[in-house]
Antibody, heavy 118, light 111 residues
Framework: QVQLVQSGAEVKKPGASVKVSCKASGYTFTSYGISWVRQAPGQGLEWMGWISGHNTDANYAQKFQGRVTMTTDASTSTAYMELRSLRSDDTAIYYC???????????WGQGTLVTVSS | QSALTQPRSVSGSPGQSVTISCTGTSSDVGGYYYVSWYQQHPGKAPKNMIYDVFKRPSGVPDRFSGSKSGNTASLTISGLQADDEAEYYCCSYAGTYSNVVFGGGTRLTVL
């Protein structure tokens, strides 16, 4: 079955960077993109951007441009999301999700909690 | 403030039907047939329930249905069951600049 498995929880200090991985299985990795969505504690979902499975196209939400980089590695069917210059309000669960042609997201990874604290 | 507007909460009794609305603009919901809905139980990852306005992924019961009229999309859940109690989020494509926007979420309570 189609599955996305994310890396484990991270604790970072303000100003640091974090890189979250998302390993896909059960489908042809290069046939779909990967989107990243985050959810702050007790809050709703926030779309961060997406990257193609070929690592040739990416589109980031304006809010994160200049601070986020998304990449994919087709040889290992793994997507990565790096967020730099972390602030306390970046504390959230970060999800990856397979992106379909109609911009739907299915399935989702289990989520990675990133805590930013001094 | 979220780009798409959803009611904060809705409720219904087992067996009843409820509808959750999702209001956007002509730049997102009204402009494309790319509305999707996600169900999220506490502590769990979201799950796609509807995509492309009205299509159901494999495995999603036909009690879940989606529609759109103008700038407002709707998710209807019929024959409410206890396990339907969850947070529901709508999502829409919003063009090459904004790309994807979510609603603020609706808490469904099954009485």
């Amino acid at each position: 079955q189609v599955q996305l498995v994310q890396s484990g929880a991270e604790v970072k200090k303000p100003g640091a960077s974090v890189k979250v991985s998302c390993k896909a299985s059960g489908y042809t990795f290069t046939s779909y993109g990967i989107s990243w969505v985050r959810q702050a504690p007790g809050q709703g979902l926030e779309w961060m951007g997406w990257i193609s499975g070929h690592n040739t196209d990416a589109n980031y939400a304006q809010k994160f441009q200049g601070r986020v980089t998304m990449t994919t590695d087709a040889s290992t069917s793994t997507a990565y999301m790096e967020l730099r210059s972390l602030r306390s309000d970046d504390t959230a669960i970060y999800y990856c999700a397979r992106r379909g042609g109609g911009y739907w997201l299915d399935p989702w990874g289990q989520g990675t909690l990133v805590t930013v604290s001094s | 403030q979220s780009a798409l507007t959803q009611p904060r909460s809705v409720s219904g009794s087992p067996g009843q039907s409820v509808t959750i609305s999702c209001t956007g603009t002509s730049s997102d919901v009204g402009g494309y047939y790319y509305v999707s809905w996600y169900q999220q139980h506490p502590g769990k990852a979201p799950k796609n329930m509807i995509y492309d306005v009205f299509k159901r992924p494999s495995g999603v019961p036909d009690r879940f249905s989606g529609s759109k009229s103008g700038n407002t999309a709707s998710l209807t859940i019929s024959g409410l069951q206890a396990d339907d109690e969850a947070e529901y989020y709508c999502c829409s494509y919003a063009g090459t600049y904004s790309n994807v926007v979510f609603g603020g979420g609706t808490r469904l309570t099954v009485l």
